[in-house]
């Protein structure tokens, strides 16, 4: 929660605070959009190209890039879904919380939705490391040609520097991360208003006609071009993944007053600088700048697109975070890079799987010009399910009527499904690479979300009820337990059901504490939860209470530190006289479980991978008991 208080206490400082998360946010927020300038501008020239361009041409690609940046990133994002937020919180998942938690009859098409936007992001966060980065490097063929053959190595040695330092945090380097980006805005700023001189005429490009008239007269091409098009917004879906680090108004604020007329001046200045030597086509972005310039260019983007790559991983260990707070995903380590901020966090299985699919597409591809081509189904996927979700916020949570939702919406739909159309068409050319990481990451979310709802299906046949039990064990027998002193807490995710590891207990060691205590723990669809709401108990018996934990889907689950809010209920915890019982269970296949063989493995090898609840909710390990079972599923 402590990018939450900081934004709070910035913005009660007024317009010093606003400033302060503004540039914050465009260290962090604007680092994937902001060095599109390095590729989206040539990669939309390329199809254009064999036949010549015309001046016309040149005039309605960038008139293209400008509308695009207006309605994709500006009406849509930045003035419209920033309001859609879940508690100050705002991503994909953090819709899908919401329209979970509001939501009458039948969700399954949400969580389809919800896990496919998910899972298209972490296919951009895979791809966009490698772009950016390539991008950047290459500018170094310009400088000294005799370094053309170092690009990819170069770009692997820094992405694996990248990879290697995000065990360590990013708190000591990340307060550079605005400056610098800052700096690099200005220079694009700059260099494109320079270049506008060069043939004035591309100022006719804000005029959307010339946009239009280019996909008209351009038949199919303009079609095919409309997929290098949107390069210019990748990354415009961190605006709203991070809104809870900074907030709806410094965002805003950063885009209007920096970001958009920065990327527009820089679009602008490139067509212009085509329009007036055609053969810059080649590379306009770098060739925008004199020889003397080249390098520290090259330095600054490369350190820009650092940022970005550092960015989008961060993003994706967010995003990770929440799957498994919601349920879709198996627990994985969770380490806190920064005593003072819990939203920096360090996955470590998450970092791996990263790399090594950043470290595959640079040696695959080898080129940001290839990878180009690669790129742009996964965001536009992304961007579509957000727009999906939208229209079903807006009709629930803001009660717009059916008309005005639908005419807000359905152009926005329209525009992207296009999009979306225009780069399936990359499909054969490397399209098929965010395509196979996005069905991966489904298919992983839906046999775990599929996989424990068996498993508690299950079990509950033979569970039995914990009423029951506690008043069949409170009864005075020659057959009851022996009573010894001490504290036991069994977690369990069914308070209803008596947990396996308390029968385990009973039936083999024949005893039964002196104070005995029913943990649940639940995730509720919302970012955090105040500490007046985080706990609350219950009394059954003498000896049996029922606890419950709450927390949000932002917040890592640390049981032993909420242990000490129960003071106010009246029950104090001794760590050292109190044993934490966990069940255990080995998950053996069956082919009548209501999956296919292969997804029965694939949920019972995530499950086995998981990471161990007594690290997941930070319990002393010198307190843990795990009794085991079995479980045919």
């Not at 700048?289 to 697109?305: E, G, R, S």
């Not at 009864?475 to 947990?499: E, I, M």
Request: charged share 15%.
């Amino acid at each position: 929660m402590g990018h939450r208080h900081e934004k709070a206490s910035q913005e009660k400082r007024g317009l010093g605070g606003l400033l302060m998360l503004s540039l914050g946010s465009i260290g962090v927020v604007y680092g994937d959009i902001g060095t599109s300038p390095l590729y989206a501008f040539r990669e939309a020239l390329r199809p254009v190209a064999a036949d010549g361009v015309t001046r016309g041409e040149i005039i309605g690609l960038v008139s293209l890039m400008i509308w695009t940046l207006t309605i994709i990133v500006t009406l849509k994002y930045v003035l419209f879904l920033l309001r859609a937020d879940n508690n100050g919180e705002g991503g994909t998942l953090s819709l899908l919380a919401l329209l979970m938690k509001f939501s009458t009859g039948r969700t399954g098409w949400l969580f389809v939705m919800g896990i496919a936007g998910a899972a298209l992001f972490m296919g951009d966060a895979i791809i966009a490391p490698a772009l950016s980065v390539l991008s950047a490097v290459e500018g170094l063929k310009l400088v000294a040609p005799q370094f053309s053959d170092y690009v990819v190595p170069i770009s692997v040695v820094i992405l694996l520097a990248l990879f290697a330092v995000q065990s360590r945090g990013t708190e000591a380097v990340s307060k550079f991360f605005g400056p610098i980006m800052l700096a690099w805005f200005l220079v694009l700023g700059v260099a494109g208003l320079t270049h506008i001189q060069d043939d004035l005429a591309i100022l006719s490009a804000f005029n959307p006609v010339h946009a239009v008239r280019f996909l008209l007269q351009a038949g199919f091409t303009g079609f095919v071009v409309l997929g290098a098009v949107f390069l210019t917004v990748t990354g415009a879906e961190a605006l709203y993944a991070d809104l809870g680090h900074f907030g709806r108004r410094p965002i805003q604020w950063a885009w209007i007053c920096l970001v958009f007329p920065a990327l527009t001046l820089n679009y602008l200045g490139q067509g212009a600088l085509v329009l007036k030597h055609p053969e810059a086509m080649s590379d306009p972005f770098y060739l925008m700048f004199p020889d003397w310039a080249l390098l520290p260019v090259v330095i600054l983007a490369t350190c820009a697109t650092i940022i970005a790559a550092q960015a989008v991983i961060t993003g994706a260990f967010s995003l990770t975070r929440q799957a498994i707070n919601l349920g879709y995903l198996p627990r994985m380590a969770i380490l806190h890079t920064s005593e003072t901020h819990t939203g920096q966090i360090y996955l470590p299985n998450v970092n791996v799987v990263l790399m090594f699919g950043v470290m595959a597409l640079v040696f695959i591809f080898g080129s940001s010009e290839s990878l180009a081509t690669a790129y742009g189904i996964s965001v536009t996927g992304a961007m579509l399910v957000d727009t999906i979700l939208a229209y079903r916020f807006v009709r629930m949570r803001w009660r717009w009527p059916f008309l005005l939702a639908l005419a807000v919406i359905l152009p926005l739909a329209l525009l992207e499904t296009v999009f979306f159309s225009a780069n399936m068409l990359k499909i054969h050319d490397g399209g098929y690479v965010p395509v196979l990481i996005a069905a991966s990451f489904m298919l992983v979310m839906w046999t775990w979300r599929r996989g424990t709802r068996i498993l508690h299906d299950k079990t509950r046949h033979t569970d039995i009820p914990l009423a029951a039990f506690v008043k069949s064990v409170e009864r005075k027998s020659a057959h009851a337990p022996v009573s010894v002193p001490g504290t036991a807490v069994f977690l369990t995710s069914d308070p209803d059901s008596t947990p396996a590891a308390l029968l385990h207990n009973i039936k083999h060691n024949h005893v039964l504490h002196a104070q005995n205590f029913i943990l649940t723990i639940r995730t509720v669809n919302t970012p955090f939860v105040a500490k007046d709401f985080r706990v609350s108990a219950s009394s059954l018996s003498e000896r049996f209470s029922l606890l419950e934990m709450r927390f949000g889907y932002m917040e890592s689950q640390n049981v032993s530190q909420a242990l000490g809010l129960f003071r106010k209920t009246g029950l104090k915890f001794d760590i050292m006289s109190t044993s934490f019982y966990l069940g255990r269970r080995k998950l053996v296949p069956d082919a009548r479980s209501g999956m296919p063989q292969w997804q029965d493995r694939l949920f019972i090898a995530l499950a086995n991978a998981a990471t161990d609840p007594s690290d997941y909710f930070r319990l002393p390990t010198n307190r843990v008991v795990e009794l085991g079972s079995h479980v045919i599923i």
